[in-house]
């Protein structure tokens, strides 16, 4: 079953993917990161290996996990600084 969630792109993963958000059907986190990788590409791929996700403000590493509708998940790669 897949769902209707938001994606929202920080910094680099921003950068690499050309959009600030988009509107995406899935209905794992590891769905959704595997449509946006093909859609966007090799560059956007990379730049996930270092990013982390936040799933309703929850960061989470688990692909596996499902995502609800109306979801929105935050792609944030590392940020300098502190």
Known sequence: MT????????????????????????????????????????????????CSFLVDGTQTRDRSLTLAPGTVVDVLPPFAGG
């Open 3 to 50: 769902s209707s969630v938001t994606v929202r792109y920080f910094a680099g993963a921003r950068a690499a993917a050309g959009v600030e958000s988009e509107t995406r059907d899935a209905g794992t986190l590891d769905e959704l990161v595997g449509q946006i990788v093909e859609t966007h590409g090799e560059r956007l791929e990379k730049v996930l290996t270092a």
